[in-house]
């Protein structure tokens, strides 16, 4: 199956449908916020190392999580109980892209969020669409995640955390207050055994692009979570 290479001036992708089996789509075109945006609405993102061209994904199958199915084990209630943590949003979005940049992953050498990630998705986080979820312990950064919201769907990207379980409980935090706002999806893009914990599972990509679909005919508001997800 072809690898398909997009140009700079064409904002177009091809179907996901015509993905390799490795769910690699197309090669090329750039990070410009009208592409990014594009892609998104259709499932497909940008991962690829600083030496390779910019590569985009659509893997098959999907791994998300709808809200309702959302595991909190018992070992986390605690956490809430005692109010271990404080979460916002948006407040340190630089930060937190730069930790999941910086902080060691066990079996990966190096990191895919390269400077012109970085950029990107500052972009798209001053233009409203781009979010982050910070967790503090006291005045310290102690976890977070980013991603990006289309619509009523949250596309994760990544997350970190410097202290156990902080990422854990800044996920738990954001899925409830999504879940509160009506949003139908949290795509996780590939099979993570600290996702599967969480209640994520694997759906066809037929059924990833259906849920897409309807997304798409939704307003999209870009907007700061500053003041909370409303």
């Not at 910019?54 to 070992?75: A, E, G, M, N, T």
């Not at 999209?220 to 500053?226: A, D, K, T």
Request: net charge negative.
């Amino acid at each position: 199956m072809p690898v398909f290479w997009l140009q700079e001036d064409e904002y177009i992708f091809p179907h996901p449908d015509q993905a390799n089996p490795d769910g690699l789509l197309a090669v090329g075109g750039d990070l410009s916020p009208k592409r990014l945006l594009l892609a998104y609405s259709w499932g497909i993102f940008p991962w690829f190392s600083e030496e390779d061209p910019i590569l985009w994904w659509h893997p098959d199958p999907r791994f998300v999580l709808f809200p309702p199915q959302l595991k909190v084990s018992k070992s986390m209630r605690p956490y809430f109980n005692q109010a271990k943590f404080r979460v916002t949003y948006d407040q340190a979005f630089a930060q937190v892209i730069a930790a999941c940049s910086t902080l060691p992953r066990r079996g990966q050498r190096g990191t895919w969020i390269t400077d012109d990630i970085n950029s990107a998705y500052c972009e798209l986080h001053k233009q409203g669409y781009a979010h982050s979820v910070e967790v503090w312990e006291g005045a310290e950064l102690v976890g977070g995640l980013y991603g990006i919201a289309l619509g009523k769907v949250f596309f994760g990207e990544s997350m970190f955390a410097r202290t156990a379980n902080a990422s854990k409980f800044g996920f738990i935090t954001l899925v409830r207050e999504l879940t509160e706002q009506g949003y139908e999806l949290i795509d996780c893009q590939q099979k993570t055994a600290h996702l599967a914990s969480l209640g994520a599972s694997a759906i066809s990509r037929a059924d990833f692009l259906a849920i897409l679909a309807d997304n798409r005919a939704r307003p999209v508001e870009p907007r700061s979570w500053g003041a909370g997800i409303h």
